[in-house]
């Protein structure tokens, strides 16, 4: 079972920005999604703890996320909006890891 730590959503830079941190059977994952006006600046990933320091465990170009259609001049961008997407990248890493 995944319980979830944080969640995190904000606008930087021209870019909306997700973040959520979650522990499964003693491993901590972050999950990181950047929404950027250009695809080619945008990223989804999800590191691992190892001890030490985060250590990317798998990524998704954009274009293959949902939210590939979230735009940085929106207002009323959520959590929600990238929750999909936090989901599917945490299943395939913790395929990975575990």
Request: net charge positive; with cysteine.
């Amino acid at each position: 079972m995944t319980e979830k730590i944080s969640t995190r959503c904000w606008n930087q830079n021209q870019s909306w920005n997700f973040e959520s941190t979650h522990k499964n059977r003693g491993h901590k994952l972050r999950v990181s999604i950047r929404r950027n006006a250009h695809d080619f600046q945008s990223s989804a990933y999800v590191e691992r703890w190892d001890g030490t320091k985060w250590q990317k465990v798998c990524s998704k170009p954009i274009t293959e996320c949902k939210c590939e259609k979230v735009s940085y001049v929106q207002n009323d961008v959520s959590a929600k909006d990238f929750k999909q997407d936090e989901h599917n990248l945490l299943q395939e890493a913790l395929a990975i890891v575990l």
